[in-house]
């Protein structure tokens, strides 16, 4: 039993670092992937840790987390690096792609001062990494701060991305081979001013969870709903229910995970921004009946039923053309 709020340990009785995280689902295995935090915070633009790497860790229950290290290391070597600890490195996802048989991972890269506002990518033949990196740019030359990416079950991938300094939240495809994007991106919420996205598929429906944008602390979640990955997006309103319900008790999404059961874990991040560190991490069961999605409060992530859903591997030609 994971305790919501409190220090999570892996099987080596270390705290979990993996914040801003994602989890990936293969051979039976889930992979849990995030930022690694483990640094002095200190007081730049916002509050900041250098930038460590990106970790894994393992498990097989959604419950004992098994660390595999870091998967995509700072370059302390190199200034002029995108990983170079001055910089940022956030909200880390991984997508294997059906095609080349790749792993896939996408960040967020930027200057201390969030001008440089670019996804950065890098590509690991395992889960396990090492992830090498490829080199980062801005979608269709338009900023990009909080993003995630959502591999639909025929196998086209999605990046979405907060722009305009995140004034605009947007979505393009990604390429075959998952390290690029594709066309030109299309508006989700215009000018709404929101971020840290999490997709996930229901049925035949796109629901995706976003914050608004008020640095490391907590504000009231929305969710909207979509016919299709690129739109249109219908906003319902605020999943959560209950005491802590307006401020997303204390949390911010960054993943959701469809689970056998028919409900979706979703992951979410409580920022201590004094001590980045010791951020907390908050897994609640959502529950969804047609296009309503809830989310209720729950002292722990007990991990019953927390079987992932079985994860479509489409055949090349089941893929979507553009
Ligand atoms: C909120 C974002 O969701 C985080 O990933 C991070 O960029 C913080 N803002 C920085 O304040």
């Known amino acids: 039993m994971l305790q919501n709020g409190a220090p999570w340990l892996d099987t080596q009785g270390r705290p979990i670092q993996a914040h801003g995280g994602a989890l990936l689902r293969h051979d039976d295995v889930t992979y849990w992937y995030g930022e690694n935090k483990d640094g002095d915070t200190y007081q730049g633009f916002l509050h900041r840790v250098d930038v460590i790497g990106v970790s894994c860790y393992a498990s097989t229950d959604l419950l004992a987390w098994r660390p595999e290290g870091v998967v995509l290391p700072a370059r302390p070597d190199d200034p002029t690096h995108d990983l170079h600890p001055s910089n940022v490195a956030e909200r880390p996802k991984v997508l294997r792609n059906p095609h080349t048989g790749k792993f896939v991972m996408w960040l967020h890269v930027d200057h201390a001062d969030y001008t440089l506002a670019r996804v950065g990518v890098a590509v690991a033949d395992t889960p396990r990494g090492p992830?090498?990196?490829?080199?980062?740019?801005?979608?269709?030359?338009?900023?990009?701060?909080d993003f995630t990416v959502f591999q639909d079950d025929d196998g086209q991938a999605y990046l979405y991305f907060s722009s305009d300094w995140n004034a605009t939240l947007r979505v393009v495809p990604l390429d075959d081979d998952y390290t690029g994007v594709r066309s030109a991106p299309t508006d989700v919420f215009t000018r709404a001013h929101r971020e840290a996205p999490a997709v996930f598929r229901h049925g035949d429906r796109y629901f995706m969870l976003t914050s608004g944008c008020t640095g490391w602390d907590p504000n009231p979640a929305e969710y909207a709903v979509a016919p299709h990955p690129l739109g249109?997006?219908?906003?319902?309103?605020?999943?959560?229910?209950?005491?802590?319900?307006?401020?997303?008790?204390?949390?911010?999404?960054?993943?959701a995970l469809p689970l056998d059961?028919?409900?979706?874990?979703?992951?979410?991040?409580?920022?201590?921004?004094?001590?980045?560190?010791?951020?907390?991490?908050?897994?609640?069961?959502?529950?969804?009946?047609g296009e309503q999605l809830t989310l209720r409060w729950q002292d722990a992530w007990t991990g019953t039923h927390a079987q992932a859903a079985h994860v479509v591997t489409p055949s090349p030609s089941s893929r979507r053309s553009e």
């Open 131 to 145: 992830f090498r990196y490829q080199g980062s740019f801005r979608p269709a030359h338009m900023d990009s701060r």
């Open 232 to 255: 249109p997006w219908s906003v319902i309103g605020n999943p959560c229910q209950g005491p802590g319900a307006d401020l997303t008790f204390g949390a911010q999404p960054t993943f």
């Open 261 to 289: 059961d028919g409900s979706v874990l979703v992951m979410l991040d409580r920022w201590r921004k004094e001590d980045l560190r010791d951020s907390r991490y908050v897994w609640l069961r959502g529950h969804v009946h």
